[in-house]
């Protein structure tokens, strides 16, 4: 981490500190924590909706007619089956199939895309496209994530919400990872369908104008303000990972549980697509798997699992539930203890802990 000095801070940070908010430092950025508690904050987002400010990850709009041929060489998902106002989650990966980042990418239209990744690795995401651009490629790569704000606004509560404040119609008709631009306070805005606390949802990015005022609107009108720490805790409750903890460039996405967002088949070509096919073709040595606690105490990132006495693997994730009302966590380990069913032990500061491996994800919210 840098000095003070060199981080960065979000366009609503002042309305945050005017709000209370516990700030940390993620990512390069310092960024709200918590407001009126993390638990508080999970709760409202699995039962009403909740607002968070997401303006530290990173939004990349790739533009003109090799816009697709470009991204079509850098992701693991093949964009070419996108349709217009769709979106996809998609990795990013080295000539090793090491994962560089997982990530989501939208078409708004003919030759024109909109990437969205973690914080800590938007300028690396933006350094490995770029270098994919040939000789003779109209392309245009436009970085927005120091002009706009991203926020995420998630919860069973959330489509109605937010159809009060921005017109029904626009939010009624947005498929499941469908997205569209439109108007905001005289500035285009973008809104996604998509989020990542595994409740229904949706992400804009807009001015830091419009921004600021969507905010204050809506926790205006009883929304509740999240910060990073329900965020954290409700994507581990989904089973969804975390880059730089559950995944990064020593895992690949078969023992991440990712295959599903790998096109190996055709001619498409890819960066490491030759890597994947020898690794899909030698098959994993370990799994991600999700680990529930069956007893008090609480699992974290570090923790040792154990296979009677021996250590098996380490704990990526881990944490409380408040809606299992347990520990949870996720960790790689040998296939063969990879079924569900298998018991295994956390090593939690010198005391076991018993846990078993259990199906993903922990939480699924009702249909």
Request: hydrophobic content about 40%; proline content about 3%.
């Given at each position: 981490m840098g000095d003070e000095k060199d981080l960065r801070k979000s366009p609503l940070e002042n309305l945050h500190r005017r709000m209370g908010a516990r700030m940390t430092v993620f990512a390069g950025w310092e960024m709200p924590l918590q407001f009126k508690g993390i638990v508080e904050e999970h709760r409202a987002v699995r039962w009403a909706a909740g607002i968070f400010d997401v303006s530290h990850l990173g939004r990349l709009?790739?533009?003109g007619p090799d816009a697709e041929s470009l991204l079509r060489r850098a992701f693991t998902f093949d964009v070419a089956r996108l349709g217009h106002g769709r979106g996809h989650y998609a990795l990013?990966?080295?000539?090793?199939?090491?994962?560089?980042?997982?990530?989501?990418?939208?078409?708004?239209?003919?030759?024109?895309?909109?990437?969205?990744?973690?914080?800590?690795?938007?300028d690396r995401d933006r350094d490995q496209i770029a270098r994919l651009v040939e000789a003779g490629m109209t392309v245009r790569l436009d970085d927005r994530q120091a002009q706009t704000?991203?926020?995420?606004?998630?919860?069973?509560?959330?489509?109605?919400?937010?159809?009060?404040?921005?017109?029904?119609?626009?939010?009624?008709?947005?498929?499941?990872?469908?997205?569209?631009?439109f108007e905001l306070l005289g500035t285009k805005a973008f809104v996604s369908r998509s989020g990542y606390t595994g409740e229904d949802g949706f992400e804009l990015i807009t001015s830091v104008?419009?921004?600021?005022?969507?905010?204050?609107?809506?926790?205006?009108?009883?929304?509740?303000?999240?910060?990073?720490?329900?965020?954290?805790?409700l994507r581990l409750e989904a089973a969804l990972l975390l880059h730089g903890a559950d995944i990064d460039t020593s895992t690949d996405p078969f023992e991440a549980g990712l295959e599903w967002v790998v096109d190996l088949g055709g001619d498409r070509w890819f960066v490491g697509k030759e890597a994947l096919l020898r690794r899909r073709e030698r098959g994993p040595e370990r799994r991600l798997v999700c680990l529930r606690a069956a007893t008090g105490g609480i699992m974290r990132?570090?923790?040792?699992?154990?296979?009677?006495?021996?250590?098996v693997g380490a704990l990526t994730s881990g944490g409380f539930s408040p809606t299992l009302g347990v520990s949870i966590g996720m960790g790689y380990v040998p296939v063969a203890l990879s079924e569900e069913g298998t018991r295994?032990?956390?090593?939690?500061?010198?005391?076991?802990l018993a846990a078993e491996?259990?199906?993903r994800p922990f939480y699924r919210r009702p249909q």
């Open positions: 709009f790739v533009t990013l990966c080295r000539e090793d199939g090491g994962i560089i980042d997982d990530l989501f990418v939208f078409r708004l239209e003919e030759g024109r895309y909109l990437v969205a990744g973690n914080a800590a690795n938007a704000v991203m926020l995420a606004v998630q919860g069973p509560q959330a489509r109605g919400r937010l159809s009060e404040a921005l017109g029904r119609d626009l939010i009624e008709r947005l498929p499941r990872r469908g997205c569209t631009e104008t419009a921004g600021r005022a969507l905010w204050e609107g809506l926790v205006a009108g009883g929304m509740q303000p999240c910060g990073l720490g329900a965020r954290d805790t990132a570090g923790h040792a699992i154990l296979r009677d006495s021996e250590v295994l032990d956390v090593d939690v500061r010198g005391k076991r491996v259990v199906g």
